[in-house]
């Protein structure tokens, strides 16, 4: 196993405790907590470097100027972007993805046309494309899945027709932890004449990630799922795509110039980025980006797996418990749903609670996957760098209790 237990000392809140026991955070998939090293450099720029950025004539604004795009910097080679200018910052995921939906889609897509998703979308990858057509008139199809909880490849030849214009995919599911093979669906988009948009919320911060590799146009992600602060995210986007779209939001720092009935806009990204930034979170942002390098994205990958291969044969040994997603550690990432006998998860996340055991329950911000699964919630627990074996030992404790308690048989 890659022993990444000397980590948990960086991230002071998992020495407390939660109704009187050491807090065992499973819910990473949801935010991730923060080590001192994020906090540190958030802390510096407000003591030292505080100042608007792209905007001052002084050394100080220089400086602020400087810290956000070398954040920018960072996170375009985190993902192996070709230029700093590919990466957008935007709120997060759920953003950066309402920028490509008003960006591109409310201006190319036509009625008829096609918006193909596949059934285990994050509400952030369905909802903006539902807005876009209802002005657009374009229809939102759903690329299913099969038995072993994987996108239904086969379903992909016979739905990526010519009324198809972008093709949205998660790069990891956050209730079943599929990873569908996702440079196999953006290639496909791109023959058909599609552009693809990539979910990359569960997936940048768990694996290695390579943007030309996966061969998307667009790819989203948040700072709070890996390490970062909330507030911030990343659209990373082809740059010929980005030039030629049309900005979602306008304000302060994204014009060129402004007469009274139009304007003219910045160059990207800062086409893309109106108003005052999240500065000092830019800042966190860089600084997560600094840790994940030097814990190696390889080595979280591997953690990662290794817990998760640990959880699936304990959670295996629990009677009455059912786990939505693929039996294979290899198939999925750190996140694992289920539900217990009839137990409601909201009831079995709040006796898990008591045992100071953080899980998540609900639908996780998946309805139409959960209509699917036939459950109106699941229970979910998730995993990242600071988690141990002893935490998985810890929620296998805790749900024995919550048999007992219940009386699942
Ligand atoms: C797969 C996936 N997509 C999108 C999001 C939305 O991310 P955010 O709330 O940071 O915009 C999440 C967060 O739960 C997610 O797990």
């Not at 192996?80 to 201006?107: D, K, M």
């Not at 693809?196 to 989203?220: I, W």
């Not at 799922?225 to 030039?243: F, N, Q, S, V, Y």
């Not at 014009?255 to 800042?283: C, H, M, N, Y």
């Given at each position: 196993?890659t022993?990444l237990?000397?980590l ?20 990473s998939?949801?935010?991730t907590?923060?080590p ?38 960072k996170v375009a080679a985190f993902i192996h972007a ?89 790069g990891m ?6 990873i ?20 990359a919320a569960q997936l940048v911060p768990h694996s290695p990630t390579d943007v030309a590799a996966l061969?998307?146009?667009?790819l989203?992600f948040?700072a709070?799922k890996m390490l970062g ?5 990343a659209?990373w ?48 942002f860089?600084?997560a980006v600094d840790y994940l390098s030097a814990i190696g994205m390889e080595a979280v990958r591997a953690h990662e797996a290794d817990l ?25 990432g750190g ?48 995993f990242y760098v600071y ?23």
């Amino acid at each position: 196993m890659t022993d990444l237990s000397r980590l948990r000392g960086d991230f002071p809140i998992l020495s407390r405790e939660m109704n009187g026991r050491p807090l065992v955070y499973l819910d990473s998939a949801a935010t991730t907590q923060k080590p001192v090293q994020v906090l540190q450099a958030m802390d510096d720029f407000y003591r030292q470097a505080n100042a608007n950025v792209h905007r001052g004539a002084y050394a100080l604004a220089e400086e602020a100027t400087a810290l956000y795009e070398g954040a920018r910097a960072k996170v375009a080679a985190f993902i192996h972007a070709t230029s700093p200018r590919e990466v957008v910052f935007a709120r997060g995921t759920t953003s950066a993805i309402n920028t490509v939906a008003y960006g591109w889609g409310l201006h190319h897509l036509r009625p008829g046309d096609r918006v193909l998703l596949t059934i285990m979308e994050h509400h952030a990858n369905v909802v903006p494309w539902q807005l876009v057509a209802r002005h657009t008139g374009a229809k939102l199809v759903y690329l299913p899945m099969d038995d072993g909880y994987r996108v239904d490849l086969t379903a992909l030849d016979r739905m990526l027709d010519e009324r198809v214009k972008v093709v949205g995919i998660t790069g990891m599911s956050n209730v079943l932890g599929t990873i569908p093979p996702v440079a196999e669906v953006t290639a496909a988009a791109r023959r058909a004449g599609a552009i693809s948009v990539v979910d990359a919320a569960q997936l940048v911060p768990h694996s290695p990630t390579d943007v030309a590799a996966l061969g998307a146009d667009f790819l989203a992600f948040s700072a709070h799922k890996m390490l970062g602060p909330t507030g911030i995210g990343a659209l990373w986007g082809r740059l010929d795509l980005l030039e030629s779209m049309e900005p979602a939001e306008g304000g302060g720092e994204m014009i060129r110039d402004v007469d009274l009935q139009t304007s003219t806009w910045a160059e990207v990204p800062q086409k893309f980025e109106a108003g005052t930034p999240p500065i000092a979170e830019a800042v966190g942002f860089g600084a997560a980006v600094d840790y994940l390098s030097a814990i190696g994205m390889e080595a979280v990958r591997a953690h990662e797996a290794d817990l998760t291969a640990y959880a699936l044969a304990r959670l295996g040994e629990v009677p009455g418990l059912t786990v939505y997603g693929p039996a294979e550690a290899v198939d999925r990432g750190g996140v694992v749903s289920f539900t217990l006998g009839d137990i409601h998860p909201h009831d079995l996340a709040t006796i898990l609670d008591q045992q100071g055991v953080a899980i998540r329950a609900g639908h996780h911000c998946a309805r139409p996957l959960h209509r699917v699964l036939d459950v109106p919630a699941t229970a979910r627990a998730s995993f990242y760098v600071y988690n141990t074996r002893e935490d998985v030992d810890a929620l296998i404790t805790a749900l024995a209790e919550a048999r007992r308690l219940f009386g699942v048989a």
